[in-house]
């Protein structure tokens, strides 16, 4: 299954833009990039997802490399209620049954928004 | 208003004890999913299921259980053969399909004495 790998922990500035890193290096060509982010043990928060093209919603933005191995999530503008665990998510299809998927979490980025 | 349910927050229980814990959606999604966090860790899938009377197991399905017997139930059973069974669980629905977000329920936090 392909595999995410995210830096343990970051730190931002408020007000400043929040870039979150993840490669994804074995991802397949009809695998889908999910962003997801946590707030102290509750359920994971939906931000975005993409395929092959840049995506971009009232949350974040997500850049996707051309060759799909790398991904970087984008919050323009951090404020310290951003302060959580960014997930970066490979949705996996399941071969043997069509329009079954898995989703796979890689361990996560600690973002922390500085005053 | 939709979402998913999940019962009961907060569960203690003996070794050697089985455990069952609830998860209920409203949302006519196809699938759900089971997920394990440890403290400081990401999510683990324990088992997933597609449609009614159907499942799959994921990475870490040994000593755990699932039914679904109805679309919007998927229970979850840590049996006594689960050795470190102590962690926070998340169930998750999503809409089958080309590009199905997972949403979450609010998580129950099992701890064995």
């Known amino acids: 299954d392909a595999k995410t790998t995210q830096p343990t922990s970051m730190d931002c500035a408020e007000g400043r833009a929040a870039n979150l890193p993840c490669n994804h290096s074995?991802?397949?060509?009809?695998?889908?990039v999910y962003w997801y982010r946590q707030i102290h043990s509750q359920g994971p928060q939906y931000i975005i997802h993409g395929l092959k093209n840049n995506e971009t919603n009232e949350m974040a933005s997500l850049i996707i490399t051309e060759d799909r191995k790398s991904s970087t999530l984008i919050l323009p503008h951090a404020t310290l209620r951003d302060t959580a665990v960014y997930y970066c998510i490979v949705r996996v299809a399941r071969l043997e049954t069509s329009g079954t998927y898995k989703y796979i979490f890689g361990t996560g980025t600690r973002l922390k928004v500085l005053a | 208003d939709g979402g998913i349910t999940q019962s009961p927050k907060y569960l203690f229980r003996k070794e050697g004890q089985n455990v069952t814990l609830s998860c209920e959606q409203n949302l006519n999604h196809d699938a759900m999913y089971w997920y394990r966090q440890d403290p400081g860790q990401g999510l683990r899938l324990i088992y997933y299921s597609q449609i009614v009377n159907d499942f799959q197991k994921g990475d870490i399905a040994e000593g755990y259980s699932v039914s679904r017997e109805k679309k919007e139930s998927f229970p979850l059973t840590v049996t006594s053969a689960q050795k470190n069974p102590t962690a926070f669980y998340l169930c998750?629905?999503?809409?089958?399909?080309?590009?199905?977000?997972?949403?979450f329920g609010e998580g129950s936090r099992l701890t064995v004495l």
């Open positions: 998750a629905s999503s809409i089958s399909g080309s590009s199905g977000e997972l949403f």
């Open positions: 074995t991802i397949s060509g009809n695998e889908y």
